[in-house]
T-cell receptor, first 114, second 113 residues
Framework: AQSVSQHNHHVILSEAASLELGCNYS??????LFWYVQYPGQHLQLLLK??????LVKGIKGFEAEFIKSKFSFNLRKPSVQWSDTAEYFC????????????FGKGTLLTVNP | DVKVTQSSRYLVKRTGEKVFLECVQD?????MFWYRQDPGLGLRLIYF???????EKGDIPEGYSVSREKKERFSLILESASTNQTSMYLC????????????FGSGTRLTVV
C-alpha cells in the first residue's frame, strides 16, 4: 500500500525566509505527485502536480517542487515566503493507471511571521 | 471547469442517526472519492468508486458505507452516527482517463452530538 510521509508537523518562518517542506512516499511503481494548500478557513487548493517529464515542477504563487525518483521524494520549495503563505500544506500521491486512489500525508502547518 | 458539489456545508446530527452526505460532479468523471479531514491526521480515504455501482474500501471504511447508483452522484452513509465521526468530509472526482488531476468539493462539516 502506498503511503506519504511529511517530515515536519509545524514550520515557523519569518517573512523573506526560504522554505522547503519535505515529502517522501512509499510505492514502487509509477506515481503522480501533488501538493495542496489549505489557507485558514478555506478549501483545499492545488499548488502543483507532477505526472511526467521535467522533474522540477512550477506551481502557483511562486512554489516549485522537485521529484527525485531515487529518493522517493517530492519536496516543496519557495525562495522567499510571505505572511500570506501561512497555511497547511499537504503532499499527496496516487499510483497512476485508471483505478487509482490519492493518498495524503498528514500535512505541515506553515506559520510565517511578519 | 469541473464542479464537485456537496449538498451541505454544515450538518449537526444526533448519535445513532443515519446520515447521508451527498456529492455530485458535473463532468462525467468515472472516479469519485470520500475523505475525512481531521487536525494532525491529514485527509484519510474512506471509500472510492471507479464506476457506477462499483466501490472500494479506502483506509478507514469502518462505520461508513457508500452508494453510487448514477455516475454523477456518490453518497457517503453513516449507518449509525457516532461522536468520533465528527469531522470535515471532502468529496473528490477525477477523470478515469487521467489528465487534470482531482477536483475537490468544498466539504461538509459534520458534528455528531
Amino acid at each position: 500500500a502506498q503511503s506519504v510521509s511529511q517530515h515536519n508537523h509545524h514550520v515557523i518562518l519569518s517573512e523573506a525566509a526560504s522554505l522547503e517542506l519535505g515529502c517522501n512516499y512509499s510505492y514502487g511503481g509509477t506515481v503522480n505527485l501533488f501538493w495542496y494548500v489549505q489557507y485558514p478557513g478555506q478549501h483545499l487548493q492545488l499548488l502543483l502536480k507532477y505526472f511526467s517529464g521535467d522533474p522540477l515542477v512550477k506551481g502557483i504563487k511562486g512554489f516549485e517542487a522537485e521529484f527525485i525518483k531515487s529518493k522517493f521524494s517530492f519536496n516543496l520549495r519557495k525562495p522567499s515566503v510571505q505572511w500570506s503563505d501561512t497555511a497547511e500544506y499537504f503532499c499527496a500521491v496516487d499510483s497512476g493507471g485508471s483505478n487509482y486512489k490519492l493518498t495524503f500525508g498528514k500535512g505541515t502547518l506553515l506559520t510565517v511571521n511578519p | 471547469d469541473v464542479k464537485v458539489t456537496q449538498s451541505s456545508r454544515y450538518l449537526v446530527k444526533r448519535t445513532g442517526e443515519k446520515v447521508f452526505l451527498e456529492c455530485v460532479q458535473d463532468m462525467d468523471h468515472e472516479n469519485m472519492f470520500w475523505y475525512r479531514q481531521d487536525p494532525g491526521l491529514g485527509l484519510r480515504l474512506i471509500y472510492f468508486s471507479y464506476d457506477v455501482k462499483m466501490k472500494e474500501k479506502g483506509d478507514i471504511p469502518e462505520g461508513y458505507s457508500v452508494s453510487r447508483e448514477k455516475k454523477e452522484r456518490f453518497s457517503l452513509i453513516l449507518e449509525s452516527a457516532s461522536t468520533n465521526q465528527t469531522s470535515m468530509y471532502l468529496c473528490a472526482s477525477r477523470d478515469g482517463r487521467g489528465g487534470r488531476g482531482y477536483t475537490f468539493g468544498s466539504g461538509t462539516r459534520l458534528t455528531v452530538v
